[in-house]
């Protein structure tokens, strides 16, 4: 795994999360594969997944998950002070 996870493109997304999933099964029954992760790829031209900006606010807290990807300075600031705003 280590070998492995060395060459990839981003291990530090899918390391331990291969490791657990891989796991035996007596060991992986309290594990969910949920992605908790609102990331918006609805935008063209966008291979990795469009910044966040204030347009997906709505969207974002009506979604009820916990994390958000991908957000990028400046443009996700106006995004970022909403989110601090309304918790």
């Given amino acids: 795994m ?3 996870f ?3 493109l ?3 997304e899918a390391f331990y999360q291969t490791i657990l999933v891989n796991a035996p099964a007596d060991l992986i029954d309290p594990i969910s594969n ?3 992760t609102y990331t918006h790829w609805n935008r063209p031209l966008e ?4 910044p ?3 347009r997906d606010f709505e ?3 009506q979604s009820e998950l916990l994390f958000a990807r991908k957000f990028e300075f400046p ?3 106006p995004l970022m002070n909403r989110i601090d705003q309304s918790i």
């Avoid at 291979?47 to 469009?50: D, Q, R, T, V």
């Fill in 6 to 8: 060395s060459y990839a």
């Fill in 59 to 61: 969207a974002l807290i």
């Fill in 75 to 77: 443009a996700s600031v």
């Fill in 10 to 12: 981003c291990p530090d």
């Fill in 34 to 36: 949920t992605n908790l």
């Fill in 47 to 50: 291979k990795y997944g469009h």
């Fill in 2 to 4: 280590e070998k492995y």
């Fill in 52 to 54: 966040l900006d204030e």
